[in-house]
């Protein structure tokens, strides 16, 4: 049993701050949470006095497999990339590594190898490795030829057989959802969009609609959520209308909707349709699209104001956009599009785990939840940059990080 005393709490429910609060662990579950709260004596007790605490970060647009990288420019060549293949013949160990001491303690893996990335979730989710909880789509659903099969994973046999689908029509479509699904996949992805944001002069195959449609319709069938990637209003317009249960991104570099649509805010705020707008994945691409931020940052202001609900997600695994540390910067640009502080830390919590449909679970501090929980030095309320300054990470009740002034824990 853990007993954090004396912290400031944000619960991400979107509350305002708490101050002087114990929270009680009791193994991998909250306990109690209040002020003066008792508890046994031989609890391990740690002292959060001018800290806060906010529930793990849970980043709902993450690419496993991808790059750890800073550099947007940075270039592929086997000598570049051996360091990211060696990581993987580790089981990613840098990344596992980056998200928790980041203090992200779930992340939905928005397309990966299959069914690799679905043992990677099984191990960690055991015990056998220390890592973020994985919640997978496993491959993407993409027209023949489309994105990411013809750019990034172009002539890369191994990747688009694994990390990819490519139907073309609405009965393949179905029973390749079904197969994946006794696979034991959490959700499915579908790439919904023809803007190649690679190379502009030349559009990407896109799904047609029925098949889309079906895609859609066969996840729910097998009680699966479906994300859906898009470029343009059009776009997002018809993968709502199809049933898509979150929309990412929004709009891509190249797109011709600069401005987001009111039809299409209507329509996502009636059927409280999930926005994950990966601004990070924008502002790494600044330099070649000076646009693209700005234009993302407008959407998403959008949708704030007519009540869409808004998830954290990043697109991490883009060069320029790393595990872990792109969370912090999402909540940033979050912020600096209209969201206040507390909204942000919402999105980053308790909306995400609602997309993740693990709202029962974790994404807010509440008695009953699984103790996700991170304590920052000092106020996040009145400076969202505090949430990188990170000194005690809990998943499910283990500290995997502390900074905190008990005795270090860290990772393996």
């Known amino acids: ?48 006095t001018g800290m806060t605490l906010i529930p793990g970060l849970i980043d709902v647009h993450v690419h496993f497999g991808g790059f750890v990288i800073d550099n947007p420019d940075w270039e592929f060549t086997y000598r570049s990339a051996l ?27 928005a397309g990966d190898n299959h069914p690799q990335i679905l043992r990677l979730r099984d191990r960690i989710g055991s015990g056998k490795l220390p890592g973020p909880r994985i919640i997978a789509v496993g491959p993407i659903f993409t027209a023949p030829g489309g994105h990411p099969a013809g750019t990034i994973y172009r002539g ?16 393949g479509a179905r029973a390749e959802v079904q197969r994946l699904a006794s696979d034991g996949v959490d959700q499915v992805k579908v790439v919904y969009g023809g803007v190649n944001p690679f190379d502009l002069d030349h559009p990407m195959p896109k799904l047609r609609l029925r098949v889309l449609q079906a895609l859609i319709d066969e996840a729910h069938r097998c009680e699966l959520p479906a994300m ?59 330099r070649t ?47 600096e599009s209209g969201l206040t502080p507390k909204e942000a830390i ?8 609602q997309v993740i449909r693990r709202a ?8 009953g939840k699984q103790a996700d929980l991170i304590a920052i ?8 940059r505090m949430t990188r300054e990170i000194r005690l990470a809990l998943k499910g009740g283990a500290v995997v990080l502390n900074r905190a002034g008990t005795q270090l824990s860290l990772l393996d």
Not at 18 to 45: C, K, M, N, Q, Y
Not at 89 to 98: A, D, G, I, N, Q
Not at 160 to 166: D, F, G, K, S
Not at 258 to 279: I, Q
Request: some cysteine.
């Open 156 to 171: 890369n046999r191994y990747v688009i057989e694994h990390a990819t689908r490519q139907v073309d029509d609405p009965g």
């Open 346 to 353: 919402a999105a980053g919590t308790c909306t995400a785990a």
């Open 377 to 384: 030095a000092g106020d996040p309320l009145k400076d969202i």
């Open 83 to 109: 360091p990211f293949f060696l990581d993987a013949m580790r089981s990613f160990k840098k990344r596992r590594t980056l998200a928790l001491e980041s203090g992200v303690t779930t992340v939905r893996s």
């Open 1 to 48: 049993m853990i007993a954090l005393i004396h912290a400031g709490v944000i619960d991400g429910t979107g509350a305002d701050l708490t101050e002087d609060v114990t929270v009680v662990v009791d193994g991998p579950s909250i306990r109690a949470v209040g002020s003066g709260l008792a508890f046994p004596s031989t609890a391990d007790v740690i002292d959060l």
């Open 228 to 286: 859906v990637h898009v470029g343009t209003a059009q776009d997002a317009i018809e993968a709502v209308s199809a049933g898509a249960d979150s929309l990412e991104h929004g709009i891509l570099p190249g797109a011709d909707s600069r401005e987001c649509p009111r039809d299409l805010v209507a329509v996502m705020s009636d059927r409280g349709t999930f926005f994950v707008p990966t601004l990070t994945a924008a502002w790494a691409m600044k």
């Open 289 to 335: 699209f000076p646009d693209a931020l700005g234009n993302a940052m407008r959407w998403v202001a959008k949708m704030h104001r007519a009540g869409v609900p808004i998830a954290l997600g990043t697109d991490a695994g883009a060069p320029g956009v790393v595990i872990g540390r792109a969370a912090h910067r999402e909540l940033e640009l979050l912020v």
């Open 360 to 367: 029962n679970r974790f994404g807010t501090v509440e008695p």
